[in-house]
């Protein structure tokens, strides 16, 4: 399967951020990719109110993203930002094209490093897989930035029959943020010994954005990373479209080599 993950520095306009989904997504397939990959929030970036910015899911921003994924036959995977009834928002994956029409809610909230994500999103609380049409048997499954930060959500993913497990994010800066996100990554896929394409925000100072304070607004280099923990394809800090073909047999073998999920033993 060819992919892509699209490095974005999403602004604050919901309007501008969906043309660049449609661009990304149309030079994507052109190129031959059947799963294009955006950030986690790529309707609009960290650090502005959220909830007079969030739109159902069956607003014109994810009508939007549904029309281009319709038009060029791929599978666009996109964060958003959906209305919550408590007056917070949903930190939402759309999940659409290729015979799927999905979401998923980032289910650990990035209350660290002085930031309280929860004080303006509500948790998901289920775990999300979906199987594209034209690939038989491929089961992806969906994560959130933060979340990578917790191995039993991608065991779950894998246990669900997940061979890729796609990770969007809007990683904060910091020291040793970015080795952080590496590791974390390459920790995940040999974890759950899927494929793990992780497609993080660009960094907001290759674009002459001031840095962040706390909100986490990206840093770049996203990467594919194999069930082995190999990174196979990266980006630097700025932004991109990084295309790669990624194999779902090697899932397979490196279940057969390193059957980590078969020898689990539970601890609780």
């Not at 030079?27 to 007079?52: C, D, K, N």
């Not at 029409?101 to 004080?119: G, N, V």
């Not at 897989?129 to 038989?136: L, N, R």
Request: net charge negative; charged share 20%.
């Amino acid at each position: 399967m060819r992919i892509a993950l699209s490095q974005l520095a999403a602004g604050v306009s919901p309007e501008e951020n969906l043309r660049a989904v449609v661009d990304q997504t149309e030079r994507a397939a052109g190129r031959g990719a059947e799963l294009v990959v955006f950030p986690e929030a790529t309707m609009a970036r960290f650090g502005v109110p959220l909830a007079p910015l969030a739109q159902p899911l069956d607003g014109p921003w994810a009508n939007g993203v549904r029309e281009v994924a319709e038009r060029t036959g791929t599978l666009v995977v996109a964060g958003m930002f959906t209305p919550h009834e408590d007056g917070r928002v949903r930190n939402t994956l759309l999940i659409t094209g290729r015979g799927v029409d999905t979401h998923y809610d980032k289910i650990h909230l990035f209350d660290a490093f002085d930031f309280a994500e929860s004080a303006t999103v509500a948790p998901g609380d289920r775990v999300v897989t979906a199987e594209p049409e034209g690939a038989p048997g491929l089961t992806l499954g969906f994560a959130t930035c933060y979340d990578v930060r917790f191995p039993d959500l991608f065991g779950a993913l894998a246990d669900r029959g997940a061979r890729l497990v796609v990770l969007p994010a809007s990683w904060g800066a910091g020291p040793g943020k970015v080795a952080q996100w590496e590791v974390l990554v390459r920790a995940r896929a040999l974890d759950s010994t899927c494929w793990v394409l992780a497609a993080d925000q660009a960094d907001p100072a290759t674009v002459g954005e001031p840095p962040a304070t706390r909100a986490p607004t990206g840093v770049g280099h996203s990467m594919v990373v194999s069930p082995l923990g190999e990174v196979t394809a990266r980006l630097a800090g700025e932004p991109g479209l990084l295309l790669a073909d990624v194999d779902p047999a090697a899932v397979e073998e490196a279940r057969r080599v390193v059957p980590v999920l078969a020898n689990r033993v539970g601890l609780r």
